[in-house]
């Protein structure tokens, strides 16, 4: 090969992993930039919440006063009407009734390493487990394990599904507060043997695959020990029972509280099993937004220190400016530095989150981040040299 095409082959390696590192920089930055904004607009939004919820002591009539305000009620929610799965034939009354279903396959895992000779070679790997689906062996590598493998003995659809006209006193409940409550419980469905005879036969299995557990139904030979082919199916449902709610008034129902100037997916809307008081929670809510907030700041910050080493600071850290950054008061040396690639990322997220929460309303956290991102910057050059 010519030293041209080298050099032309170089530059456009260095051009691709230009690309891959401003490309993992800027999409860290934006998912960092998202996450302060609602996290920001969070935090003051449940700071007003606190202060504007008005208690709603009697759900047992319809108070036109409360219309369009943010309330917080606690009371006996009632249903009229059960929850059925058709296929397995009982009903149960709740808020919402769930089916899961596993299947206990063969899968093939594959693997790429490289060898003695540095060349990269593919190695298959084939385990049983559990699965949310079936999984085809007519594509596995090793042919063996194409005829261990065993199909389900029946393939069964997922069910999801939740109350209509649960009422609330004299309000009725909107479908988003009642699939949202979480404090499910695990069903065992109560069914004489003719019932599970009928089910074996909608199913088109023999009956004695068919075996009740403390979940649901366990389709196989034995439940306590799994062989390719057994289906496990779970039901889990959310009891009808006292609640507590944090909306606004819409009507003779409920509707997700959110300003003017958030967009809409910032709002509160919020239900609670059991008498929760509305500073708890408010207090959820922004707990819950909180986890939120440092997953996507782990993110960011994953993907822009990765991008940071990416770029081609050996060309960069030519020009002095970019030196002082990267080294401190060390800028004779164009050698670029761990730690100084690693202040110039924890700088970028610093300063982004900083804009974020300074155009959020979030002034003071603004600037405490901002002051950080400009110490990460530029204190080490000022500092003095010690060489």
Known sequence: MSRKSRSSDDAIANFILLVIAVSA??????????GENQSARYGS?????????VEMNDVSKIDPA??????????????DTDLQDPLFGFSVKGFTLKRKVRYYQLVEHKEKKKNSQGKFETSYRYKEKWTEKPISSSGFYEYRYRSRAEAPHVTLPELESAAENVRFGAYTLPEF???????????KPRLAAKQMSEIADRLHISADLLNETEDGFYIGVNPSTAHLGDVRVSFSYVPISEISILAKVKGNSFERFHRDKDPENVNIGQIAAGAVPAEEMIKDLKS???WGAWLLRLGSLILVTAGSFFLPWDDLTERRFVRLIINGSAAKAKEWQLGGVLRFALALLMLTAGLSRLLSGAAATGGIFLAIAAALLFLPALMPDKH
């Open 288 to 290: 819950d937004v909180s």
């Open 66 to 79: 409360l219309d369009g305000k943010l309330v917080h009620a606690v009371g006996q929610a009632e249903c």
């Open 177 to 187: 507060l009642v699939s949202s409550l979480k404090n499910s419980q695990t069903l």
């Open 25 to 34: 920089i800027l999409g860290g930055l934006v998912l960092l930039w998202w």
């Open 45 to 53: 939004l449940g700071e007003e919440a606190a202060r504007i919820v």
